[in-house]
């Protein structure tokens, strides 16, 4: 729960970078989340409005938890753009996602591993 409340501290923070952990982390905790909304929203009747509420408001830290593990990698933020190419850049960006940190510095900042 820690790297979930990590990354809702650097709202929207796109520097630096994050580390494979802290990321995936974050997506779990976020689809567990978005279960049990949209759970209330089906008990409540609310036709959505709390899932749509919810998902713009994990847009900004989504999108500055993915741009630092780019960075991790020694990847731009501007990689995220492959995922509009169909399938195939969604599996780019998943291997992406998914690689081990470079180890030591690089242009992005310190390793957060240590």
């Known amino acids: ?13 796109f520097t630096g970078r994050a580390r494979r952990k802290e990321y ?13 909304i949209g759970f209330i929203d089906g008990l409540v009747g609310t036709v959505g409005i709390l899932s749509i509420v919810y998902a713009l408001g994990m847009l900004l830290p989504g999108l500055g938890v993915s741009i630092r593990r780019l960075h991790d990698t020694d990847r731009s933020g501007w990689w995220l753009f492959i995922s509009l190419v169909p399938i195939v850049g969604f599996i780019v960006l998943l291997v992406f996602l998914v690689s ?15």
Request: charged share 15%; aromatic share 22%; hydrophobic share 40%.
């Open 1 to 13: 729960m820690n790297y979930y409340l990590d990354v809702l501290k650097k709202y929207a923070v």
């Open 24 to 36: 995936w982390m974050f997506f779990l905790f976020n689809i567990i989340i978005s279960f049990v």
């Open 100 to 114: 081990d940190s470079q180890p030591g510095e690089n242009k992005y900042g310190p390793n957060p591993k240590g």
